[in-house]
Each structure stands twice: as C-alpha cells, then as structure tokens.
C-alpha cells in the first residue's frame, strides 16, 4: 500500500494539533495503516484504505477503556483527528512506546516474555460489552472459517498435513463462555519486548473484537516455539485455566490466521517469516 505522504500528515497535524508539531519519520506502511514518528515520544497513525477506517475508530473509542486492565502500555490516542484537505479519514497521535517488535528477537530468546503474555491475556480476557466491535474474521466460531480455510489450504504452498491439523481443531467444543475482550491479532510484530527481554508494550488494536479466547492463545504458535509455547501454557493456567478444547481451537486459530498472512505476504518478508513460524508450529505434535 502507498504511505500517506509525509508532507500531507505534517500539514494534519499543523492545522489541528500544532502543539506536536515535531519532524516526522516513517516507520511503517501495512496493509492498513500509515505510521509515523513524531518526534521522540509520538507516533501518527493513519488509515491508506478505507475498509481500515473502522478499525482505527474502534482504536480511538475502545483503547482508553482497555488500557487500565492491562499490565503492559498500549497506544492509547493522545489527540484524534479528522478529514482535511486531501485526506478523508480520522487518525491518530499515539504515544511512542518504546521496545522493538518480538518479530526481531530470535524465537528461542522468546520465552523470556511468555508469563508477562500470559498475564495480559488473562486481563484482556474478561468480559466484553453488548457494543464491542463486532469481527467476522477473529473470535467467531471456528466453523465460521471453516470453508474460507480449507480453500485456502486447497491451493499451492501449503502442505497436505495442515489440512488434518485444521479438520482436528474443527472437532473442539465450542466456546461456551461470554464473549471476553480479544486483541484478536496475536502475532509477534504486535508485541513489543524491552532490553531486559520482557514484553514491554502490546500495539495495533485494529482487529479488536469479543468472543472465544483461542483467538488470542493462537499466540502459542504464532510467537513461540515448543518451549516457549509450554512456558506460556503453564503461566496461563495458573491465572485462568483453560480446557483442552480451548487449546484445540488455538492451535486451528493460529493455522486459519497464519495461513491467511501466508497469502498476503509475499511483498513483505518479516509478516511472510511470521507466517512460516506458525505454519511450521502447528505442524509440531502436541
């Protein structure tokens, strides 16, 4: 996707925020958003799509009620803003937090944050309100996936077993509880590891929604390997013990999303390696 240009995002903040008026720097262009440093200690985010638009709302909106729960900072917005000249859409001044991506810390080196994860997904997962935003893709049944999955592993690239593995996790109970709060995109370039190794801040809500906590626990695969996968189980299930179904579904979750980032990654290496991982974790016998 094209960035928002820098000229355009200086002009922005200028004309509705000039008290953070500082240089900007880019510093990512997913998918959906633009992301720029402001200075030291901001960051301007903004939707490129308009199907992102939403997402960044639900950010604006919801983020300032989920940040006291938590035990690690997230991006809660500093200032919001609004259309304007050449660009039609909100954004965001968020904090800088600091920390580099868990996707630049070798997988081994992982476990060291796998408690600290364990402990803010079992505060994120309470339960959320009627009006939580709504997700097709994240926290549904799994049956809900099931025929977009099984399509996409029907095509070239994907080896014939993770077919089995998803057709197992399709077999759990569902979730029965109430729906929780998920961030609902647990993969590692959304969690933030400090120089001490531990997790240091949680970012991009975009998917945020409510439903089953498999969701999120797809992070055992997506992020760690064997070890670091048995460290995060064991911490999780002393705070808020999960059946083995729940952990079925998390293993079908981490393939359904894995699998999905696999097919929209080949322009970009580091979500493409992140991907790999997963695949290649779900593989493993349990």
Same mark, same amino acid.
């Given at each position: 996707m094209t960035p928002v240009p820098a000229a355009l995002v200086a002009s922005l903040v200028r004309t509705q925020h000039p008290s953070f008026i500082a240089p900007l720097r880019l510093v990512a262009s997913g998918w959906d958003n633009t992301v720029y440093r402001l200075g030291s200690s901001w960051s301007v985010r903004l939707p490129h799509r308009e199907v992102a638009v939403p997402l960044l709302v639900n950010e604006q909106r919801w983020l300032p009620h989920l940040a006291p729960l938590l035990p690690v900072p997230v991006p809660v917005p500093a200032a919001v803003g609004g259309p304007a000249g050449e660009y039609p859409w909100p954004w965001s001044i968020n904090p800088w937090l600091p920390g580099r991506p868990a996707s630049a810390v070798p997988v081994a080196a992982r476990i060291a944050f796998a408690a600290d994860l364990a402990r803010c997904f079992a505060a994120l997962h309470v339960p959320a309100p009627p009006d939580a935003p709504a997700n097709a893709f994240r926290g549904v049944p799994l049956s809900g996936r099931a025929v977009a999955v099984r399509e996409r592993l029907a095509g070239d690239?994907? &080896? /014939?077993? @993770?077919?089995?593995?998803?057709?197992?996790? +399709?077999?759990?109970?569902?979730?029965? =509880?109430?729906?929780?709060?998920?961030?609902?995109?647990?993969? &590692? /370039?959304? @969690?933030?590891?400090?120089?001490?190794?531990? +997790?240091?801040?949680?970012?991009?809500? =975009?998917?945020?929604?409510?439903?089953?906590?498999?969701?999120?626990? /797809?992070?055992a695969w997506m992020v760690f390997d064997a070890p670091g996968r048995a460290a995060f189980r064991a911490a999780l299930s002393e705070l808020a013990p999960l059946d083995e179904a729940t952990w079925q579904r998390a293993r079908g979750w981490a393939l359904s999303i894995g699998s999905a980032v696999a097919e929209g990654s080949a322009d970009n290496p580091e979500m493409a390696a992140i991907a790999a991982h997963a695949l290649a974790q779900v593989l493993l016998p349990e």
């Open positions: 690239g994907f &080896p /014939a077993p @993770l077919r089995q593995v998803w057709e197992h996790a +399709l077999e759990a109970p569902p979730w029965t =509880g109430p729906p929780v709060w998920l961030h609902a995109d647990p993969h &590692p /370039a959304n @969690l933030l590891v400090g120089a001490g190794g531990g +997790l240091a801040g949680l970012i991009d809500f =975009g998917d945020l929604t409510s439903g089953d906590p498999a969701t999120d626990l /797809a992070a």
